[in-house]
């Protein structure tokens, strides 16, 4: 009897663990393509509970956004879940997460997002120093170490002026190396990762626990490398006809278990072109 159960209890161990295991390529295969609302930042305005309601009707279900368009928050809200739309990555100012960061976990909290993300460093002009990386470290962390304390993580997304040399490498190695993993991350833009030289899908796979999410754009070939972040953005092309190659992108993200992938399209066109870009992310996965 003893032998029986042992082997009884040993199947059901590896059961378990073939579970779980099955359980965490299901996790990794699923990544939500939601949308950053900046992408129609002329159109929302103008009209939001038309745009949400036009934003739903695309596909989209998740969403990384800060203000409100004017509305008062509830209002907002109420627009938001009304459209089945949910902000999981909530924008933050730099100087506001600098000084007032239990405001930032206010408002991401109260619309129930995960992440907290920052997109720019103020600094002078096209030059990115060192003292600017050493101030958004310490920003970061500490900000950071907050928001983790409230059941949020904070990401900082980097837009190509951090690969200014810096000793043997650039400002972003330092910021990557000094930046705390418990508390400060990244939110990988492909788009300015191409725009300064770099290839996206290599960072993910060399990096798979500092990348939590991503901005998915593609950029029109021949447009000019450059680390100072000044780029048209009407360089801004339907993903998959660019050169990031969207495609190693999408393998590498789903290989390291990126959460979110938001479509972020700076264009003029970005009416025309995101459901061009949808439709392309839609047959990678078939």
């Not at 360089?235 to 278990?257: D, E, R």
Request: charge should be positive; glycine fraction near 6%; charged fraction near 20%.
């Amino acid at each position: 009897m003893r032998s029986i159960r042992s082997i009884n209890h040993f199947q059901a161990h590896r059961f378990a663990l073939l579970l779980s295991f099955c359980f965490v390529l299901a996790a990794r295969a699923q990544m939500p393509v939601g949308l950053q609302l900046y992408t129609f930042r002329d159109q929302i305005p103008k009209d939001v509970p038309g745009m949400l309601k036009k934003i739903s009707e695309m596909g989209f279900r998740y969403l990384e956004g800060g203000g409100t368009y004017k509305l008062p928050k509830e209002e907002f809200k109420n627009l938001l879940q009304q459209n089945h739309l949910q902000i999981v990555s909530y924008g933050a100012d730099f100087k506001e997460l600098q000084d007032q960061p239990e405001k930032i976990a206010e408002g991401a909290r109260f619309f129930g997002a995960t992440y907290v993300m920052c997109a720019w460093v103020p600094h002078d002009g096209t030059t990115f120093t060192f003292d600017d990386a050493k101030k958004a470290v310490a920003v970061f962390n500490k900000a950071g170490k907050l928001l983790a304390a409230k059941g949020l993580k904070l990401v900082y997304h980097a837009h190509g002026y951090e690969f200014q040399p810096y000793a043997n490498g650039t400002l972003f190695d330092y910021m990557l190396k000094n930046m705390n993993p418990a508390y400060a991350n990244f939110e990988m833009d492909v788009f300015w990762f191409r725009n300064s030289g770099q290839d996206p899908a290599a960072w993910l796979l060399n990096y798979p626990k500092r990348f939590l999410l991503l901005h998915l754009k593609d950029r029109k070939p021949g447009t000019p490398e450059n680390v100072t972040a000044q780029t048209d953005v009407e360089t801004n092309v339907v993903l998959g006809t660019g050169n990031v190659n969207i495609a190693a992108v999408m393998k590498a993200a789903k290989k390291i278990g990126i959460r979110y992938a938001f479509i972020e399209d700076e264009s003029s066109r970005s009416l025309e072109q995101v459901p061009q870009s949808l439709a392309y992310l839609k047959g990678l996965q078939k």
